[in-house]
């Protein structure tokens, strides 16, 4: 996603499709999970290129192909999807290391490093 886009004034492409509500197989609830994810992956992408101060309703939403109501129906302002998606990456990677530090039959440095290993390689596998 080039900063060019925003440099033009026209609206960037969406990261993700939309769903076709009456074909895409989801209910209202799988819907709104999917939109939820959307606008997350689309705040990562603009804090990564612009930072939070470049992080608008109007870049994530339109990143993420959703409207801006739609934001504001999720999520109310742009700190709480922030917070959402701190949230949810944390979670994620507390999963995995955690996932890594348990396995069996290793001493505690070992599950120690397995799970440090496994910290620094998401890192590096999804450094935004």
């Known amino acids: 996603m080039g900063g060019a886009d925003w440099v033009s004034g026209s609206r960037p492409q969406a990261l993700y499709p939309k769903l ?3 074909w895409c197989g989801l209910d ?5 999970d ?3 994810m959307r606008l997350m992956g689309a705040m990562v992408e603009v804090v990564a290129e612009r930072g939070y101060a470049g992080a608008s309703i109007k870049r994530v ?3 993420a192909g959703v409207s801006r109501q739609t ?8 700190e709480a999807c ?8 944390v979670a994620r990677s ?10 069996p039959g290793s001493d505690w440095q070992a599950r120690l490093r397995a799970a440090f290993d496994t ?3 998401g890192v590096a596998a999804r450094p935004k």
């Open 119 to 121: 910290y620094v390689e």
């Open 71 to 78: 934001f504001y129906d999720l999520y109310g302002n742009r």
């Open 20 to 22: 076709q509500p009456r």
């Open 94 to 103: 507390a999963e995995r290391v955690g996932a890594a530090y348990r396995t």
């Open 28 to 32: 209202r609830e799988g819907v709104i």
């Open 61 to 63: 939403s339109a990143l």
């Open 34 to 36: 999917n939109q939820r």
């Open 82 to 89: 922030l917070f959402a998606t701190y949230d949810d990456i």
